[in-house]
């Protein structure tokens, strides 16, 4: 049985509700939903409990996964959404114990800078990729597989299989480039294939099989994550009909707002640079770039023109007050920031909610497209 392939372990669990089966599934891939898990929440101990919400869903959609599924991606993007759910219902209070977990780790460790980088950001990339080059990357980075046996999973070539991964690699170096994390293809994949799996507490298999398979009782509270964890992958399923959907209402002219939830992971202020005006999340990075270094003109650029006119008005023609002093004192103490929530009011105007850790306030930003690109075009008005 520990020679079997995955699906055909799933397939038997489902079927004969093999409880062998699923256990070699666990313990094939318990490090890898344990690692997504603490990479987004920051802590063991709810790391296990989402680790545990995962198999649970496995086991529940077990006889309802296509033939040709590689669970290991599947595994991964369903880790992503039970640590969404997880986090989305965490009370602010955690959030901030959250924030500073994650600030601590990054200051004890000095031994892989680029990893420190990377890490917060590493599953909302993959989760990015096409579902071929995400598997790819799983696969590789995750599962430590061959060129031959990725190529095998995907049913392809093993050169074809090889080139998917290339460039799923450089795909993943473009996003965190545009993120302001500057690594190299090489460096990446290294980075990855080192850092990736840390391996999960040898207790939790044995945990995860007790309420997974053996039917022991579930908390209450991971019986919501599963809740959450599965509307989230039923709206993902559902995203393409809803871009249909506003793409037409755009065509038509008819004026709607739309609330899209979109979690990015902390940005440390480490890795804050000029990330460019591309879209709403990298002209926020450059706008907070630019007035972390107090310099007035990057900031300047950051901003719509009936903004740069307003704020050229208030400094009365001194550019050294064109940042004020409050907002220099603020963001003196924010060690990172997160995206938590993004609105969609056109496709020309985006307001970005962002928790600061450090300061432990959230703020709101419009962002307005301009001629292509995204400028800061201040607070909402409600």
């Known amino acids: 049985m520990p020679d079997a392939n995955d699906m055909d372990l799933v397939r038997e669990y489902a079927t004969a509700n093999s409880e062998p089966a699923f256990?070699?599934?666990v313990r094939r891939h318990v490090s890898l939903v344990y690692s997504v898990a603490l990479r987004q929440v920051g802590n063991p101990a709810q790391a296990e409990e989402i680790t545990q919400a995962v198999f649970l869903i496995l086991a529940r959609k077990a006889a309802r996964l296509r033939p040709d599924t590689v669970l290991a991606g599947w595994l991964h993007e369903t880790a992503r959404f039970a640590s969404a759910s997880f986090l989305r219902g965490e009370s602010r209070r955690h959030r901030r114990e959250q924030e500073a977990y994650v600030q601590s780790k990054?200051?004890?460790?000095?031994?892989?800078?680029?990893?420190?980088q990377l890490a917060p950001l590493l599953d909302e990339a993959i989760g990015q990729l096409g579902k071929a080059d995400r598997n790819a990357v799983v696969l590789r980075f995750f599962q430590n597989k061959s060129a031959r046996e990725i190529a095998d999973a995907l049913n392809v070539r093993e050169s074809a299989a090889q080139k998917r991964l290339?460039?799923?690699?450089?795909?993943?170096?473009?996003?965190f480039l545009k993120r302001g994390v500057a690594v190299s293809a090489d460096a990446l994949s290294g980075a990855l294939s080192v850092n990736s799996i840390p391996s999960a507490p040898a207790h939790l298999a044995a945990s995860v099989m007790a309420v997974s398979a053996k039917g022991t009782a579930v908390s209450s509270s991971?019986?919501?994550?599963?809740?959450?964890?599965?509307?989230?992958?039923?709206?993902?399923?559902?995203?393409?009909?809803v871009a249909v959907s506003v793409a037409v209402i755009m065509a038509t002219g008819t004026t709607t707002t739309l609330v899209v939830q979109h979690r990015h992971h902390i940005v440390p202020r480490s890795s804050w640079a000029f990330a460019g005006y591309a879209n709403p999340e990298s002209a926020f990075q450059t706008s907070s770039w630019a007035i972390s270094k107090g310099d007035a003109q990057a900031w300047l650029a950051s901003l719509t023109p009936a903004m740069q006119l307003k704020a050229r008005q208030r400094a009365a023609g001194d550019d050294a007050k064109l940042i004020g002093e409050d907002d220099k004192r603020d963001f003196a103490k924010i060690t990172g920031y997160r995206i938590i929530h993004r609105q969609v009011l056109s496709k020309?105007?985006?307001v970005l909610e962002a928790y600061a850790a450090g300061l432990n306030q959230t703020t709101k930003a419009t962002f307005q497209r301009i001629g292509g690109e995204w400028k800061y075009a201040g607070k909402p008005a409600n």
């Open 23 to 25: 256990e070699t599934l």
């Open 222 to 241: 991971t019986l919501t994550l599963i809740k959450g964890a599965l509307k989230i992958m039923a709206w993902t399923k559902a995203k393409t009909i």
């Open 348 to 350: 020309d105007e985006v």
């Open 166 to 175: 290339n460039r799923a690699v450089e795909k993943l170096r473009a996003w």
């Open 106 to 116: 990054l200051q004890e460790s000095t031994a892989d800078p680029a990893w420190e």
